[in-house]
């Protein structure tokens, strides 16, 4: 053969290589982790859901290594990540990083420390890197008072910031869900407006910290996990709403009810009825506002589910449960 000849074929295999490592790629599931071990200490690996994030958005990171493990912790750009231990192994741990809706883009540096059962000690981390989130704006018409509320409204609404605040900055040490997450909503695939940047009656207003699922007054609102209710009241804003602990840092949001059927302090399973979809607070109609809040971080909800996964035939199972009182 040619020399010229010999010189095509390899040209025509390298090409076809790449095609088929293309190829590859795109066939890994939506869900694969991206390896990243380089700063790990031997014997020890650090997946990340993603090699970079975006506002807004979820980071499931998996620690695993060649022995038991009896204690790992993280820290996200000075804030802690709790880990839990998968039942099926003691050599592997697993964390949630939440980027706020409004953290400004950039390198971050997570760092995962831990303890072996043999008294060994383990350590890695990783650089990721935050893009800027692409958000809607939305223009809306609410009812004057909740764009040009009065003094008492005001401080009525500060309050209720700071309270939602000194909930979610509580960090339960045990995990409280068991088994996968689920949509509220039966028969909800997906929802709409996280992050959207709203202009109310001609004012910027706050992005959107939730996403909207779409429902008629009455329908059932569910648990997405097992955990805690910390609040169950009428917020001015959100109106009728539920907040859930499921331990290690991670909450749910329920607004905008028409009924509320749980109260501080009941134990709930998975699809434990919350209440019912309605239009109370700053709305335009009846839906429920399913918010998620990360070690503090306002990420979207839908994520959790992506990454923790979809229980409807359990929740099916316990749809009609109630709540359990402490």
């Known amino acids: 053969m040619r020399s010229h000849d010999r010189t095509a074929v390899r040209k025509r295999r390298k090409w076809l290589a790449l095609v088929c490592l293309a190829g590859t790629a795109v066939l890994l599931p939506a869900g694969a982790m991206a390896k990243d071990t380089r700063t790990c200490t031997p014997g020890t690996t650090l997946r990340l859901s993603a090699p970079e994030s975006s506002q807004g958005s979820l980071l499931l990171i998996e620690v695993k290594s060649a022995n038991p493990l009896v204690e790992v912790q993280g820290d996200w750009d000075g804030r802690s990540v709790p880990f839990w231990r998968e039942v099926a192994s003691e ?4 964390g949630l990083v939440g980027v706020d809706l409004e953290k400004e883009p950039g390198e971050y540096e997570l760092r995962v420390t831990g303890q072996m059962a043999r008294g060994g000690k383990i ?4 650089r990721v890197r935050v893009r800027k989130g692409r958000f809607a704006t939305e223009k809306l018409q609410v009812g004057k008072q909740f764009v040009e509320p ?10 209720e910031r700071q309270k939602l605040r000194d ?4 960090v339960t040490p045990e995990r409280l869900w068991d088994g996968k997450f689920r949509i509220p909503l039966d028969g909800v695939t997906t929802g709409s407006n996280f992050g959207r940047r709203r202009i109310l009656n001609g004012n910027p207003g706050s992005p959107h910290g939730g996403v909207d699922l779409p429902g008629a007054t009455g329908t059932p609102v569910h648990a997405a996990q097992g955990g805690r209710v910390m609040l169950a009241e009428e917020l001015f804003f959100a109106g009728n709403t539920v907040v859930v602990d499921h331990g290690l840092g991670i909450y749910t949001f329920y607004g905008h009810l028409s009924e509320i059927d749980a109260k501080v302090g009941d134990d709930l399973e998975t699809g434990t009825v919350l209440g019912k979809v309605g239009a109370t607070g700053r709305v335009t109609g009846p839906h429920l506002h399913w918010g998620l809040t990360v070690g503090r971080a306002r990420v979207n909800p ?3 589910v992506t990454l923790l996964g979809n229980s409807s035939e359990k929740a099916a199972r316990q749809k009609s449960s109630k709540p359990r009182t402490n």
């Open 150 to 159: 009065s003094p008492e409204q005001i401080k009525r609404a500060d309050e």
């Open 91 to 94: 050599a592997q741990r697993k």
């Open 167 to 170: 909930i979610f900055g509580r």
């Open 123 to 126: 350590s890695c981390s990783a």
């Open 302 to 304: 839908l994520q959790l």
